[in-house]
């Protein structure tokens, strides 16, 4: 990492003490930072992040997916502490292989800032990748011909040291040199330091690479973000994007197409809207399906270069979904019935909204 990435890491706001003096806090924000839940997902901010939230507005769009508030300890009876069953189909240390033809390696617990939105939000902040753990996964790869892809997540995985990384990617590459590495971050959205020309060096000379961030909010695009994203696209990594569709954050169609539109311009492909998963005091980030559905016809207007799949993962590792397919099998007494690909029903709750 370069310099101005280093003092970005090393000023991350992770207190309520170290919160700017002009940041006017709500009382459900303050609760929470002056007596986090036990268990709770850690708070951390990058400066850079914070500096584009309001410093007065509570429901700021970029404020509320940073600050943590009281309501993240309301937790309802269906939702999960492991929402996407990962622990279900961990085939070894960190190495989740759920469906047939690719895994996802758990590269680190780390991020540079904690999205409130988070999912995997038990194991946040706990631990990195090992070289023991790193070898295991790579030899149940090696024996598996049937993984013909993989994902490195976290956490963030670009939150590691250039070398850690590509010594990770180099890693799998010498199994089958045809592997497909894709590499899942919010680091261009919350760290666009982090993308430094060392960094994008380093990649370059492991094509191909395809790069999944998480942008959700036309605000969210910068000056710096976008040239984070022209570096990468420059160097010939492939750029994706996936979107959590976030009640009062970017549940509209008008946020939702200046977005998509302002990515495409960047050269990122809007690749998935996701529906919030069914983690543990989230709910009040969830627009319901039906909502995400009506919202999700009206993008049909757009072209397919802007727009996204709509998609779900079904609680308890049941997979993904696409939304759009005639997964939804009907409804029953406040559930939905989602049918996986495997023919499956799944219960899904409809949480309507209040």
């Known amino acids: 990492m370069d310099q101005e990435c280093n003092q ?18 709500s009382e459900e924000e303050s609760s929470f930072l002056h007596n986090p839940p036990p268990g709770a997902l850690p708070f951390a901010v990058t400066p850079y992040y ?15 997916q940073c600050i943590p508030t009281i309501m993240e300890s309301q937790f309802k009876e269906y939702e999960l502490e492991d929402p996407l069953g990962d622990k279900k189909y961990l085939a070894c240390a960190r190495l989740v292989h759920r469906y047939r033809d690719r895994a996802l390696l758990l590269t680190t617990d780390h991020c540079a800032m904690y999205c409130r939105h988070c999912f995997r939000r038990s194991s946040a902040g706990k631990g990195r990748l090992s070289n023991s753990e790193l070898n295991m996964a790579v030899a149940y790869c090696k024996e598996h011909n049937e993984i013909k892809e993989i994902i490195l ?14 010594d990770i990617i180099r890693a799998f590459r010498t199994i089958r040199e045809e592997l497909l590495i894709r590499i899942h971050s919010r680091i261009p959205v919350v760290l666009p330091q982090r993308i430094t020309s060392g960094l994008v060096s380093s ?10 961030t998480q942008f959700n909010h036309p605000r969210e695009i910068t000056p710096e973000s976008g040239e984070a994203l022209r570096r990468l696209a420059a ?15 970017n549940d509209s169609f008008e946020i939702l197409e200046q977005l998509f539109r302002s990515l495409v311009k960047l050269g990122v492909k809007p690749y998935y809207l996701f529906q919030g998963d069914l983690a543990r005091g989230t709910s009040h980030f969830r627009t319901s399906i039906l909502e995400g559905l009506r919202l999700y ?10 727009r996204p799949m709509y ?15 005639g997964a939804v099998e009907g409804s029953q007494d406040g559930w939905l019935k989602l049918k996986s690909p495997e023919g499956k029903v799944y219960r899904y709750p409809v949480e309507e909204s209040q």
């Open 8 to 25: 970005e890491m090393k000023e991350r706001i992770s207190s309520i003490k170290q919160l700017p003096p002009d940041f006017k806090l």
């Open 50 to 64: 914070l500096s584009l939230c309001s410093r007065d507005d509570p429901v700021d769009p970029l404020r509320r």
């Open 153 to 166: 997540s976290g956490g963030d995985p670009l939150i590691l040291e250039d070398d850690r990384l590509t």
């Open 203 to 212: 990649l370059s000379g492991l094509l191909p690479l395809w790069l999944v």
């Open 235 to 249: 160097s010939d990594i492939t750029l994706l994007n996936q979107t959590v569709l976030l009640k009062g954050i």
């Open 297 to 306: 016809r009206k993008l049909s207007n757009l072209s397919g270069l802007l």
């Open 311 to 325: 998609a779900v993962d079904l609680p308890g590792g049941g997979g993904k979904v696409v939304l759009d397919s």
